[in-house]
């Protein structure tokens, strides 16, 4: 049940729940994907671009003194020191590629934090496409910075003003846009979720960040699976990149960290897999909070990456199923999370990220085995909040 089935789900969750002004798009997307992505030329210009223009492979770093903290051994994935910051650009790459074999001439994408969106500007630019970006007002604001770097890229990017003008209402914005253009745009959605083909094609992309961790942990340690995998989860896709390859490893942990924003019960939460129920959001089956008269709850986090009412299909089934486990982690904790990181190893991470890192103590992981924390990105984007936590410490 960790892989997709024809019709895209995990088990009870995924599908393809799409009005019918976009069935065409979608089914032509899940009709030609597969043979599309493992095409050789597909394969060599993918791996060419992840290689020399994005920066892989990433390293898998030992942390010495985070381990030494913490009594196990802690590496580290650096998907933080690829282009634009994050692990977003191994699937704008992959997509974008998509794009042009299907002969769409028009891009467009949402994003939370806006590190979807520079990841796709940044694609866009490259490849000399047109890129128009949904992005909720209140994310535009606390995300200013991301907002500069897109228009810099050339993408234009457009306010979604309704609902809590966040993720789900720019998700909403953007779908509407592929409804009144479903011949010539590719929507880029920026995480493992979506209509089915999407969440798997996404974790397809994103799984090199396991690939290469296999090879990694064979020339680290002599072997090549860890006791554990902690990621943060927003829609899932770094998770889902991270878990790839042990899916069906039993002997490797999967845990999937949840922004619990203000506290899960505080009413200003984004722990989805806790609140949430079974119900569609966004053309799929899955987990996500709403009111028992199925409307949507506006998610909270202070990481506007993971401020997002639902999670993937595939997340849905792992922890539904037992197989991964969600730990729940507060604003606050993240935010103490961070500058233990800065201060212990010299990293600076995403809000997003530090939700992660916030988890290690509780994971369960005994003295001895090898843990491997995602570092899903870096934290540039978020110095406004860092600086804001500074001068409350009174350190700025
Ligand atoms: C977008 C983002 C996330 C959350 O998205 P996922 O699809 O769950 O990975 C996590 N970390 C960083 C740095 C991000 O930019």
């Known amino acids: 049940m960790t892989t997709v089935d024809e019709k895209g789900y995990y088990g009870e969750f995924g599908g393809a ?9 979608v089914e032509e997307l899940r009709s030609r994907y597969l043979d599309i992505i493992y095409e050789p030329a597909f394969q060599r210009e993918f791996q060419h671009l992840l290689r020399e223009y994005a920066g892989r492979p990433t390293p898998l770093y030992l942390a010495k003194r985070l381990s030494a903290h913490y009594g196990f051994t802690i590496y580290l994935k650096r998907e933080d020191l690829l282009h634009t910051g994050a692990h977003k650009v191994n699937n704008t790459i992959g997509q974008i590629l998509v794009a042009r074999r299907l002969g769409k001439t028009r891009i467009i994408a949402e994003t939370g934090a806006g590190q979807h969106g520079v990841a796709t ?15 909720g007002e209140v994310d535009m604001a606390r995300q200013a910075p991301n907002v500069a770097r897109m228009r810099m890229l050339g993408a234009e990017v457009r ?8 993720l789900k209402d720019a998700t909403n914005e953007a779908i509407r846009d592929w409804i009144n253009n479903p011949h010539d745009t590719h929507y880029i959605i920026g995480s493992v979720v979506g209509p089915h083909p999407f969440p798997d094609m996404v974790a397809r992309f994103q799984s090199v960040i396991s690939e290469e961790m296999k090879g990694q942990l064979e020339d680290h340690t002599g072997r090549a699976h860890p006791d554990a995998i902690i990621a943060c989860v927003g829609g899932g896709s770094n998770a889902a990149g991270a878990f790839y390859h042990y899916l069906d490893d039993e002997r490797v942990r999967l ?5 619990a924003g203000k506290g899960i019960h505080s009413g200003h939460s984004a722990a989805t897999s806790i609140l949430g129920t079974k119900g569609i959001i966004h053309g799929s089956r899955t987990l996500l909070m709403q009111t028992p008269d199925g409307q949507i709850t506006e998610p909270y986090s202070i990481s506007a990456g993971l401020d997002y009412p639902g999670i993937g299909p595939l997340h849905a089934q792992l922890i ?16 103490q999370a961070a500058f233990f990181l800065a201060r212990t190893e010299g990293i600076i991470p995403a809000l997003e990220t530090a939700h992660a890192f916030a988890a290690l103590d509780r994971a369960g992981i005994a003295p001895g085995q090898t843990a ?3 570092l899903s990105g870096r934290g540039d984007k978020d110095l406004a909040a860092y600086m804001e936590e500074m001068g409350a410490l009174k350190i700025l």
Not at 121 to 135: D, E, F, I, N
Not at 320 to 335: F, K, L, N, Y
Request: aromatic share 6%; charged share 10%.
């Open 17 to 25: 729940f799409v009005p019918e002004m976009l069935y065409a798009n």
């Open 121 to 135: 500007a940044t694609v866009c630019a490259l490849m000399g496409m047109p890129c128009v970006v949904y992005m």
């Open 159 to 166: 306010p979604a003003l309704s609902g809590s003008r966040t």
């Open 255 to 259: 845990i999937a960290v949840e922004a």
């Open 320 to 335: 539904g199923s037992g197989r991964a486990t969600a730990i729940p982690v507060t604003d606050e904790e993240a935010m």
């Open 372 to 374: 491997v924390v995602n």
